[in-house]
């Protein structure tokens, strides 16, 4: 039921481009992406609902494919403050209750 | 504003200790509340979840309970801790209106 995250863990200069990837094997209702830097807690980032609507937060946006049960969240000029975990947390109902994915490691170097 | 304070920050304690952990929330009313553990490396994952007072659902069978004695504080306990409860414990947050999760400051648990 965990959703899965691709990729794993990337590397990046300042000002490049990044997708990570989330996609579940359940239909979904709603998909959360958030932002973790070590030793804090993870900050929230954008929601998308069903409808498959695509949203923008700064530089980085993200969009939902409901029928395929996938999200992408793109990350354009990164910047070093980007560096951190990032965790998709999916929904199947509006019970609020989200699942994690395994979260993907990005760097991003000067 | 809405505040959620979580304490301690860090615990080390003994294999078969107690354990009690707490959380508040302040400037909101009948949160959705949520305890979640996050082992090292790993990810995120869901312990317990709380729509209200004497309505707690257990995500994952463990040694760890949880209870929510008044409707903004949400307890996370053990009566004898293993090792594999080391991690980091984050209580979060939800309203009614929005489906956006607020991220307490964690507690970083040791068990030795």
């Known amino acids: 039921q965990q959703p899965v995250q691709s990729p794993q863990a990337v590397i990046l200069r300042e000002g490049e481009d990044a997708v990570i990837n989330c996609s579940s094997s359940?239909?979904?209702?709603?998909v959360h992406w958030y932002r973790q830097k070590h030793g804090e807690a993870p900050v929230f980032l954008m929601i998308?609902?069903?409808?498959?609507e695509q949203k923008g937060h700064e530089k980085i946006s993200a969009s939902f494919n409901e029928k395929k049960q996938q999200s992408s969240l793109y990350l354009t000029a990164s910047q070093l403050s980007y560096s951190g975990t990032y965790f998709c947390g999916t929904g199947a109902d509006s019970s609020y209750k989200l699942i994690f994915g395994s979260g993907t490691r990005l760097l991003v170097r000067p | 504003s809405q505040t959620i304070h979580q304490w301690p920050a860090t615990l080390v304690q003994p294999v078969g200790s107690p354990l009690s952990l707490e959380c508040t929330v302040e400037?909101?009313?009948?949160?959705?509340l949520y305890w979640y553990r996050q082992a090292a490396g790993r990810g995120l994952q869901l312990l317990f979840y709380?729509?209200?007072?004497?309505?707690i659902s257990s995500e994952v069978p463990q040694n760890l309970s949880a209870s929510r004695p008044q409707d903004r504080q949400f307890i996370l306990s053990s009566k004898k801790l293993l090792l594999s409860d080391s991690g980091f414990y984050l209580c979060a947050w939800s309203g009614w209106t929005t489906e956006k999760l607020f991220f307490g400051s964690g507690t970083q648990l040791s068990v030795l």
């Open positions: 359940k239909a979904l209702y709603s």
């Open positions: 400037g909101t009313s009948n949160p959705n």
């Open positions: 998308l609902l069903k409808g498959g």
């Open positions: 709380s729509i209200g007072i004497d309505q």
